[in-house]
């Protein structure tokens, strides 16, 4: 596996697998890599020629500088599964190489669906999200890109930024790696106490009982929501929000709506979980 840290180096090989005609996948990280992320990697393989991945800590998309400083970094890990999972290049930069030394570099501003939910809980998130994306695409102009279903806002943000933004990458959604107790991985779940650890699978089995409370035709969503979130309280969560909307929009549903999903975003001790359920009212499993 390539390690590259600087952007000649980066460029110098995209440019001679493009020359070869091959194909790249690229999986972009914040490191601290778990089953999650490397279920992306292995995606990519069989989608590419070429699997690139990058770790960056991108300092553009945390509202909080405590939860900036306190992300882990553990890049000597996430090298070493990278190479045991044969990813051909990873590139993991510092701040100074992605944005120099400019008090105010230029950021892309994320579109209209990116202003509610995680946008309205964290401000200047999606805007760091879409320029760190931007920056990324540029630099390795992959033919597809490889996202998390955990983070469904997001990858719903990254689509319009391609469209809008005229990118020929496609982007494909990967489904939420989850443990065996439910619990969607996530690198903040190491914040959580072993105590919080027990709870934390609550907040899936919350999503679970709205989705079957929709599908058996309660359709008094604000009662329902209410009772969510009491659900999650009496285990100790704080909610942030919980929603039910259209998939393809984030847009509250109508009655002739039915591919809906559920997300919902709420503190257990120190971490911050988010987690997200799609179905379609008419199926039955």
């Not at 760190?132 to 033919?143: C, G, R, Y």
């Not at 939420?176 to 690198?187: F, N, P, Q």
Request: with cysteine; hydrophobic share 35%; net charge negative.
């Amino acid at each position: 596996m390539i390690h590259s840290s600087n952007i000649r180096t980066l460029r110098t090989h995209i440019q001679q697998w493009k020359q070869q005609g091959k194909s790249i996948a690229l999986v972009p990280t914040m490191g601290n890599l778990h089953k999650g992320h490397l279920a992306l990697v292995d995606r990519a393989h069989q989608l590419a020629d070429i699997t690139v991945a990058t770790v960056f800590v991108n300092p553009a998309q945390f509202d909080n500088p405590d939860d900036l400083n306190a992300y882990p970094r553990t890049l000597d890990s996430d090298a070493r599964q990278l190479q045991e999972r044969d990813c051909d290049l990873l590139f993991a930069p510092d701040t100074q190489v992605m944005y120099g030394d400019k008090p105010s570099p230029t950021r892309v501003e994320a579109g209209a669906i990116s202003t509610q939910l995680e946008g309205e809980s964290r401000p200047g998130h999606f805007s760091g999200v879409a320029t760190i994306v931007s920056k990324l695409f540029n630099l390795t102009t992959p033919d597809m890109a490889i996202f998390g279903e955990k983070d469904y806002q997001q990858l719903l943000v990254i689509r319009q930024l391609v469209e809008d933004l005229n990118y020929d990458i496609q982007i494909i959604g990967h489904p939420t790696v989850r443990e065996a107790d439910g619990l969607a991985m996530s690198s903040r779940n190491g914040y959580l106490t072993t105590e919080e650890r027990l709870a934390a699978p609550m907040l899936y089995s919350t999503l679970q009982w709205l989705k079957q409370q929709l599908r058996q035709g309660n359709n008094n969503h604000s009662e329902l929501l209410t009772q969510a979130k009491n659900r999650l309280a009496e285990h100790g969560f704080k909610p942030d929000y919980i929603e039910i909307r259209r998939q393809k929009d984030l847009q509250h549903p109508n009655n002739n709506d039915q591919k809906l999903i559920i997300l919902a975003s709420a503190w257990l001790g120190k971490a911050r979980l988010i987690d997200n359920l799609a179905f379609q009212t008419g199926d039955l499993d």
